[in-house]
């Protein structure tokens, strides 16, 4: 229709004229209609409108909302993460900071005193039971075996160095608590002793083994090779004596000592061929892990002096070579020191000096220049640290935010209005 429109709430003008007669006259029933349709169209279009505005209300509040959700989210994921990252950073903080006090000079100084006090209360008590009980020094050793033992696996795994639990002294000691607890042979004792005495206790000079009470992997190193020899002196002087010998004058030959030995060294190290060089080819290759063989070639000189000779596919097979002669030479003395208490005992008191000694050499060669070393290390550290927190400080201030999405909402909205 194309008549002039008027508001739904008001009707449209009619001239002013009063019927003559109360009767309806077709005049009258026409505007009436025309009148009727014009508030018709009228009200259909402000519903019209109004639905539209409301439709578009109703549109508007459904996306703020979820614009608010998908903010409301986002902050959520952002406090996680940002739990996390301060969780990580508190803990960063606090092992940056005890390390740094565990990296003075009186720190270390403290450490070192109280270890050694400890080391030497344990060093006299060993002595102690060694002197006045030496029955029960057996085992004192199998209850200081498998704790030492077991946290050195624990901490070599995690360095992939636990392969070297699988050399010769680690098998002999394992034959020791064979024979203490599981089957008592006279020519297995025999055999156990030539291999306790010859290679693993001569391991202390070779090793450069060193009484130093703060390092457990010192200590640790020190017992494998010492305390089995020293087992064994009371298992063969004082527990059993003469009964456990092959002959009853106890006379052995150079044959027997390094001959029934050799056995042993020849077992262990086929099954350390086959474990390193076959099973684990792989994993050697990538160098995964560390072996007895590797460390020798690369950081003994006389090693890599006799292996460079030759090509380097032979290496393994030339120093399975050179280890067993080491194995057969430091077994000569063996025979004295089955035979005789008073050699027996001279090896072992001059393994224990050695040990002694390598043990000053760090505690008043090394020590020192350490902490000297470590005090600069931190120092330098820390100037570092506040240069990158000044950075970052800086960085911040200077780098402008991008509005989010919840923002630019808002602001669009604002816009509109």
């Known amino acids: 229709m194309k008549n002039k429109k008027t508001t739904f709430y008001s009707l449209p003008k009619t001239p002013k004229t009063t019927p003559k007669t109360n009767e309806a006259t077709p005049e009258n029933e026409g505007v009436m209609d025309a009148a009727l349709d014009q508030f018709g169209d009228d009200l259909d279009d402000a519903f019209k409108d109004s639905f539209d505005r409301l439709e578009l209300s109703v549109h508007s509040i459904s996306g703020f909302r979820e614009a608010l959700h998908g903010e409301k989210s986002k902050l959520f994921k952002i406090f996680d993460q940002g739990k996390d990252e301060l ?24 450490v070192t005193k109280f270890a050694f006090l400890i080391g030497v209360f344990v060093l006299i008590f060993s ?27 624990y901490l070599y795994k995690k360095k992939n160095l636990h392969y070297f639990l699988l050399d010769f002294c680690y098998w002999v000691n394992s034959l020791l608590l064979i024979f203490i607890y599981l089957y008592r042979n006279k020519l297995f004792f ?8 010859g290679p693993v206790l001569t391991s202390i000079s070779f090793w450069k083994n060193s009484m130093v009470f703060h390092s457990l992997t010192k200590i640790t190193s020190l017992f494998i090779h010492l305390f089995p020899a020293m087992v064994t002196y009371v298992l063969r002087w004082i527990i059993i004596g003469d009964d456990i010998c ?30 390193t060089e076959i099973i684990n080819e792989s994993r050697k290759n990538k160098e995964e892990l560390m072996t007895s063989f590797i460390w020798q070639k690369t950081h003994n000189s006389m090693n890599k002096i006799l292996l460079l000779r030759f090509p380097e596919k032979y290496h393994v097979y030339l120093y399975m070579f050179y280890q067993s002669i080491y194995h057969a030479l430091t077994m000569l003395p063996v025979k004295f020191m089955f035979q005789y208490k008073i050699v027996h005992s001279i090896a072992i008191i001059f393994q224990i000096l050695v040990s002694i000694r390598n043990g000053a050499s760090f505690y008043f060669d090394f020590v020192p220049t350490k902490s000297i070393f470590s005090q600069k290390k931190r120092e330098q550290a820390e100037k570092e640290k506040r240069l990158r927190k000044k950075a ?5 201030n200077s780098e402008v935010r991008e509005p989010t999405e919840f923002e630019q909402l808002i602001d669009s909205q604002f816009m509109k209005d």
Request: include cysteine; proline fraction near 4%; charge should be positive.
């Open 127 to 153: 002595e102690a039971i060694f002197f006045t009980r030496p029955f029960w020094f057996p085992k004192y050793y199998t209850l200081c075996y498998f704790p030492l033992v077991g946290l050195r696996y």
């Open 392 to 396: 970052k400080k800086i960085e911040k």
């Open 87 to 110: 969780k990580k950073r508190a803990k960063h903080i606090v092992e940056e900071e005890i390390t740094s006090k565990m990296e003075t000079h009186e720190f270390q100084s403290f």
């Open 190 to 197: 025999l055999m156990v002793f030539a291999s306790v005495n």
């Open 246 to 275: 092959l002959r009853p004058d106890c006379k052995v030959s150079f044959a027997q000592t390094i001959g029934f030995s050799m056995v042993l060294y020849f077992i262990w190290q086929l099954f350390y061929f086959i474990k």
